[in-house]
């Protein structure tokens, strides 16, 4: 999961740009802070994404830009990680990422060096440090509730997730920054000579891909709300805002599409061997053999920590693996009612098996932000690994879909090698567009059984009716 302080993002930033409150930070601090949270972003983020060079091109464009920023700073780090996460974000003291994420649904190097200058307008506007600052001041009521949700079901994770209701308040009014980076990241490029039409084209692109992932999770049109934490204003506002702010901007004309689709020509796309491979609600990890199909109408989302689905009826789930392995061995039941759920009140507690291995379940009513709701646990030993699925279901609902969860669950198995075999992760292409190609055409043969029109068109940057023409690259996924 994210750090607290990884919140000067793209896509998410932090406390007001008039709140100047930065008593507790100094520029020194800022310096060894961001050093010292770099290795943790490192590790929560699939560390440096070195392939093809793609590292030391994106530090070239950063470095490129560094003598036209607004404010200057002294030193400057920029890291491109190895997650598949559509992100940015920055550190104190001069760090500034971005996820290959990013870079695959970026259609030139102007859109890169855009999402690279916002990242640059929150250091130098020291957003990261105003964040820092309040979150010292509030870091008594943010572990309280911290406390509380690890009383809850005896682990970390619940905790951090209650914990957000503290984020809820160190994040909000971030717009302003939001809005001071968009503005300061466009001068940046201006002045470096990219075209600055590339950074609301970026961020129009970045709003069709969160009203992909929308409609992917039941909801379309949820890209027009704010995001669950209301951290950063509404992409499309911010579309707008930009293109209305060009106008008082000079700047050049440098896109270099050619050059930056050769760049990521054969990139890696999605998740890495040893996060595991989501494959519509299929998840596989062909290094500890394993694999499940989650239950109709789940949406996967892979994190450093666990993989969570979600679905329009308000079912969640996390699966992962336990940190404990003392009970790999022994009965699953022990470390369900002993260790995870310690602290609960557990109901229905039994003995399962599941394709010849050890599990056990139970169920317990837990809090959440939306009431009371009913969680369900099933642990499941392998013999060297119990992993774990909680499922949380609104009560209203519980008796009726918890049947599912069930079945789904019995679908964990250990990968056959033919399975494993068949494992492979996926890459960008770029072709060219010859004469009776359609959007249609390329988006059947990327390796998806849902929306593949929206997906190509999302990752090449194309509105509905715009088409494409012969002579023309775009970008597919196989």
């Known amino acids: 999961m994210k750090r607290a302080l990884l919140i000067a993002c793209f896509v998410a930033a932090a406390v007001p740009a008039h709140a100047q409150f930065t008593a507790f930070m100094s520029p020194d601090e800022e310096r060894k802070v961001g050093a010292q949270e770099h290795v943790n972003a490192l590790a929560e983020n699939g560390g440096v994404y070195t392939e093809k060079g793609l590292d030391e091109y994106v530090v070239q464009i950063g470095y490129t830009m560094v003598p036209n920023v607004e404010t200057p700073q002294p030193e400057w780090r920029f890291t491109l990680l190895n997650t598949p996460l559509v992100n940015a974000f920055a550190l104190p003291g001069g760090y ?179 996060q595991g491979f989501i494959r519509g609600r299929t998840f596989s990890h062909p290094d500890l053999k394993i694999g499940f199909t989650a239950p109709q109408g789940f949406y996967l989302m892979n994190g450093a920590a666990a993989l969570t689905g979600t679905r329009p009826d308000g079912v969640r789930m996390v699966f992962d693996s336990a940190v404990d392995k003392r009970y790999a061995r022994t009965a699953p039941l022990d470390y369900l009612t002993r260790v995870w759920a310690q602290n609960a009140q557990l109901q229905d507690v039994q003995n399962i098996t599941i394709n010849g291995m050890p599990a056990a379940t139970g169920r317990a009513a837990v809090k959440a932000s939306s009431g009371q709701m009913v969680a369900r646990l099933v642990a499941i030993s392998t013999g060297d690994a119990i992993y774990r699925f909680m499922f949380v279901v609104p009560p209203r609902i519980a008796s009726q879909v918890e049947p599912d969860l069930i079945r789904a669950v019995h679908t964990f198995h250990r990968l056959s090698a033919q399975e494993l075999a068949q494992l492979h992760p996926l890459r960008l292409r770029v072709l060219p567009v010859r004469q009776g190609d359609t959007e249609e055409s390329f988006a059947r043969r990327m390796p998806y059984d849902d929306f593949q029109l929206d997906r190509f068109r999302t990752l090449n940057g194309l509105r509905p009716g715009e088409g494409i023409a012969p002579g023309q690259r775009v970008k597919i996924v196989e």
């Open 96 to 274: 500034v990422y971005i996820t290959r994420g990013i870079m695959a649904i970026a259609n030139n190097e102007a859109e890169l060096a855009g999402v690279l200058g916002h990242e640059m307008g929150h250091v130098t506007a020291r957003h990261s440090a105003q964040r820092y600052s309040k979150a010292v001041a509030t870091q008594i009521g943010a572990g309280l509730a911290g406390v509380l949700g690890s009383l809850l079901l005896g682990t970390s994770a619940v905790g951090d997730i209650v914990s957000q209701g503290g984020a809820l308040y160190l994040q909000k009014g971030s717009r302003e920054q939001e809005d001071e980076a968009d503005g300061l990241g466009l001068k940046t490029i201006a002045r470096t000579g990219y075209a600055p039409q590339a950074m609301p084209a970026f961020l129009q692109t970045l709003n069709d891909d969160t009203a992909l992932t929308m409609k992917m999770l039941g909801r379309p049109g949820g890209e027009l709300e704010f995001n669950m934490i209301q951290t950063h204003p509404r992409t499309v506002d911010r579309v707008e805002r930009t293109m209305t702010e060009l106008g008082a901007v000079q700047g050049g004309q440098i896109y270099r599409r050619d050059a930056y689709l050769d760049r990521i020509d054969g990139m890696l796309y999605g998740d890495t061997p040893d």
